[in-house]
């Protein structure tokens, strides 16, 4: 079973790369964000494998940490959570915004994957919790009181952007880093400017 490869990126394609190692080219399924981050054709490169075995199949899955690897492994062995949906998740959240998103309980957060409605997303986060160990996550900066409205103010407007036709990756980049102690009227006020900024 392979864990880790480390060679030369040789081709990449949106959702995959292939990997030079002692003359043999190497197959990795990958989120695009890590497609992204492995740099330029002819670069050395160094990725964390799940290597995913089927009856009729086997595929190599990277990861550019270890952390973001057991994230992956956590969710595809959750209850219809299979790799394309693993891979989704993780490239919506990384696993310390996972772990905040399961802390406040953010339903919202888990809808902007692509593929997850809110039924589906209900069932995650309870079995999500169960399976997702990350002790080196700090979690009690996202579980006070103050810090669950926030969310919760967050994730109103996240439903009124998602309902206002605008993609997953729009809002992500709509609400980054937006003041944590303002309203949800404000925010959104706030999220719809950038969005029109960036049109």
Same mark, same amino acid.
């Given at each position: 079973?392979?864990?880790?490869?480390r060679g030369t990126l040789i081709d990449?394609?949106?959702?995959?790369? *292939?990997?030079?190692?002692?003359?043999?080219?190497?197959?990795?399924?990958?989120?695009?964000?890590?497609?992204?981050?492995?740099?330029? =054709?002819?670069?050395?490169?160094?990725?964390?494998?799940?290597?995913?075995?089927?009856?009729?199949?086997?595929?190599?899955?990277?990861?550019?940490?270890?952390?973001?690897?057991?994230?992956?492994?956590?969710? *595809?062995?959750?209850?219809?959570?299979?790799?394309?949906?693993?891979?989704?998740?993780l490239g919506v959240h990384d696993p310390?915004?996972?772990?905040?998103?399961?802390?406040?309980?953010?339903?919202?957060?888990?809808?902007?994957?692509?593929?997850?409605?809110?039924?589906?997303?209900?069932? =995650?986060?309870?079995?999500?919790?169960?399976?997702?160990?990350?002790?080196?996550?700090?979690l009690t900066s996202v579980s006070s009181?103050?810090?669950?409205?926030?969310?919760?103010?967050?994730?109103?407007?996240?439903?009124?952007?998602?309902?206002?036709?605008?993609?997953?990756?729009?809002?992500?980049?709509?609400?980054?880093?937006?003041?944590?102690?303002?309203?949800?009227?404000?925010?959104?006020?706030?999220?719809?400017?950038?969005?029109?900024?960036?049109?």
């Amino acid at each position: 079973m392979i864990g880790t490869l480390r060679g030369t990126l040789i081709d990449r394609g949106a959702n995959d790369v *292939i990997i030079e190692v002692a003359g043999v080219g190497y197959r990795v399924t990958a989120s695009p964000a890590t497609v992204v981050a492995l740099g330029e =054709l002819g670069a050395d490169v160094f990725v964390h494998i799940h290597h995913h075995y089927r009856e009729d199949d086997q595929t190599l899955y990277g990861f550019t940490s270890r952390e973001e690897r057991l994230c992956f492994e956590a969710l *595809i062995s959750a209850h219809g959570v299979g790799p394309s949906l693993g891979l989704a998740i993780l490239g919506v959240h990384d696993p310390a915004g996972l772990a905040t998103v399961l802390a406040t309980e953010d339903l919202a957060a888990l809808c902007l994957v692509p593929g997850v409605g809110k039924k589906t997303a209900q069932r =995650l986060l309870v079995e999500l919790k169960e399976k997702l160990d990350m002790p080196d996550v700090d979690l009690t900066s996202v579980s006070s009181p103050a810090s669950s409205a926030a969310a919760s103010e967050l994730a109103d407007v996240r439903e009124a952007l998602a309902g206002l036709g605008y993609g997953a990756d729009e809002i992500q980049a709509a609400l980054k880093d937006l003041p944590s102690n303002a309203s949800a009227s404000v925010l959104l006020k706030q999220a719809l400017q950038r969005l029109a900024v960036s049109s």
